[in-house]
């Protein structure tokens, strides 16, 4: 019996294996590995399909979150507003720069930040607030502008799962300051290693963070900041050229995947679904339900269910299982047991079954027969 993997990357590779064959050889034969025209003309396709007027290129999402915090200078003492239900890369930025993540609960139908919670969190400290788009679904970002505006606060969306997502007519990391987008290869629009972006409608953020990423330098050899080696390489930016082409097909039968475990799963008790945005389109980075049982059950038993999918060949991740509260590195915030229950009880219960545009709708059905067997 096949398993079924989380993602399947060699499917995808294999309908489009001559085109990035040629692409990357193309790159080995021009002997212009770092930046240059392939990477330039990545940047702007990119930028185009996003709708925002700068897009630029780094070596990861890590780094694009940390190339926008340096860009509107925020640093020691500076408050920033996010989800504590998100992976670190989200926050380790804002702490590596001396500013404060400052932390409010999440919605528990979306997993995404409660903008309701926003304005009680804000300070004269805070800066900005860092929107996370987990999964591939969209924050309400109508709300979050609005109070944004009325406080005089950057917005970073967080974008490293939701590649052409959308809240209204208009797609994330376009709506707020600056959004920031990871090419990791688990991503909708993954390389095949590291990678990043920066969109901007603001030519001065953009021109900041191209100095930032060569070592502080605009022109080489003189250096006007400190900054970091943060490009994204030629293959790289060749092959997610090719991929970006493909990528609205991709999210379509994402879409459609989701469709069909909404359907298979309604049925089963216990299992609470993640349903389609309202206001927005999700592009299905994830596919992740609760378990409710998980609650009171424990982790333990959570486990069980994982392994007993594993037995019938259906494997499954759990993101997240400690929120960000909670980890050590972050005891010094003082965030006890209880600060975000909407976040501790998504930890407990949060369970992620296969999601990729090729998923057969055969295989969805093993996935859901396996998952009512195991909780049976």
């Known amino acids: 019996m096949n398993t079924i993997p989380p993602l399947d990357l060699t499917e995808q590779y294999r309908t ?8 990357v050889t193309a790159v080995l034969a021009s002997g212009r590995y770092i930046n240059g025209p392939v990477v330039e003309e990545f940047s702007r396709a990119f930028g185009d399909y996003i709708g925002t007027a700068e897009c630029v290129a780094c070596n990861s999402g890590t780094d694009a979150l940390y190339l926008a915090l340096r860009a509107l200078d925020i640093g020691p003492g500076d408050e920033v507003i996010t989800s504590p239900f998100t992976f670190i890369a989200t926050t380790e ?27 009680a969190a804000i ?18 970002m109508d709300r979050v502008m609005a109070i944004a505006e009325r406080h005089n606060l950057a ?22 300051h600056i959004g920031c987008f990871s090419f990791f290869p688990t991503k909708n629009l993954g390389g095949c290693g590291d990678g990043g972006a920066l969109t901007t409608n603001d030519p001065q953020v953009a021109e900041t963070v191209r100095m930032l990423r060569e070592h502080g330098s605009r022109v080489r050899y003189y250096h006007e900041a400190i900054g970091v080696n ?12 090719i991929k970006l082409r493909h990528l609205e097909d991709w999210n379509a039968a994402r879409q459609r995947v989701a469709e069909r475990y909404q359907n298979l799963l309604a049925p089963i008790p216990g299992v609470v679904v993640p349903p389609a945005p ?30 007993h999918l594993a037995d019938q060949g259906v494997s499954s991740m759990i993101y997240y299982p400690l929120p960000l509260h909670h980890q ?23 369970l992620a079954l296969p999601m990729y545009p090729e998923l057969t709708a055969a295989a969805q059905e093993r996935v859901v027969y396996a998952l009512k067997d195991a909780l049976a």
């Open 16 to 23: 489009i294996q001559p085109e990035v064959e040629a692409a």
């Open 93 to 119: 930025v804002v702490s590596a720069l001396g500013a404060v993540p400052v932390f409010i609960d999440i919605e528990l139908d979306s997993f995404n930040l409660d903008p309701d919670q926003l304005e």
């Open 123 to 140: 300070t004269p400290r805070t800066k900005a607030i860092m929107p996370v788009h987990l999964f591939g679904r969209p924050v309400d």
């Open 155 to 176: 917005v970073i969306e967080d974008c490293a799962q939701a590649a052409g997502a959308e809240w209204g007519d208009r797609k994330v990391g376009a709506i707020g």
């Open 230 to 241: 943060s490009r994204l390489d030629a293959l790289q930016a060749a092959i997610l050229q």
């Open 278 to 307: 309202v206001g927005g389109r999700s592009v299905w980075n994830q596919y992740t339900v609760r378990l409710e049982a998980a609650a009171t059950a424990g982790g333990e038993w959570r486990d069980r269910v994982r392994q």
């Open 328 to 350: 050590p590195v972050y005891a010094n915030l003082g965030y006890g047991p209880g600060s975000f229950p909407k976040s501790e009880l998504a930890a407990q219960q949060v």
